[in-house]
Every structure is written in C-alpha cells, then in structure tokens.
C-alpha cells in the first residue's frame, strides 16, 4: 500500500514537498515517483526515482523538482520549488518492481492522489 500526503494550497512561486511511504513486508522498490492529473487532462508521469538513483523527469518540471528516495526501499519524495499555476492537479505516488520476501512483483501500484493548488 502507497500513501501519500503533503499536498496543500501554495501560492506561485513557492514550495511543497510530497511524501510517500510503501508499507507491507517490502524489500527492495525498483522504481519509485510520482504522477499527475489536472482536471480534464490524463495522467502524466512527474517524476520517476530508481533504486540505483538514476531519475526522470517531465520537461515542464525540469529544475523546478527534485523526485529522492530513502535508500532503495519504501519512501519517495517529491520536493517541488517554483511552482506555477499549471502545477495545480491531484499527484499520485507509483511503484513499480517490488520485491517483497523475496519474490519479485512486476507490477505498478498507486498510492491515494494527494491535491496540490497553486495559486496566482
């Protein structure tokens, strides 16, 4: 199970930072992140952390994020500087690659969507 808080109401040009914590009798994560939902839009990948520490991100938040993990297992966060108003959508926590008491699911998994508003 992914969940997920740390969403809020931010004003442009400030700060958040999302957290996600995978629970269960997990032992490794392979890849770590976060999507988003803006209304009337489809989800789009944010920002993706793998357990040996390489990361993706979506051009539009390219400097302005940094997506990090709490060593290879089960927390991810999402530190987002310098949002803007198109920031605004519900984010989702994802994992996928888990390795749990030694029997590796290739599966994706999503946490509960957290709200981030950013207000102009």
């Known amino acids: 199970q992914l969940q997920a808080c740390g969403g809020g109401l931010v004003q442009t040009g400030g700060s958040l930072r999302l957290s996600c914590v995978a629970s269960?009798?997990?032992?490794?994560?392979?890849?770590m992140g976060w999507y988003r939902q803006a209304p009337g839009k489809q989800r789009e990948m944010v920002a993706l952390h793998t357990r040996i520490g390489t990361t993706n991100y979506e051009d539009s938040v390219k400097g302005r994020f940094t997506v990090s993990r709490d060593g290879p297992s089960s927390t991810v966060f999402l530190q987002m500087n310098s949002v803007k108003p198109e920031d605004t959508a519900v984010y989702y926590c994802y994992a996928t690659g888990i390795t749990s008491m030694g029997t590796f699911y290739n599966t994706q998994h999503w946490g509960n969507g957290t709200q981030v508003t950013v207000s102009s």
């Open positions: 269960g009798n997990i032992d490794m994560i392979n890849v």
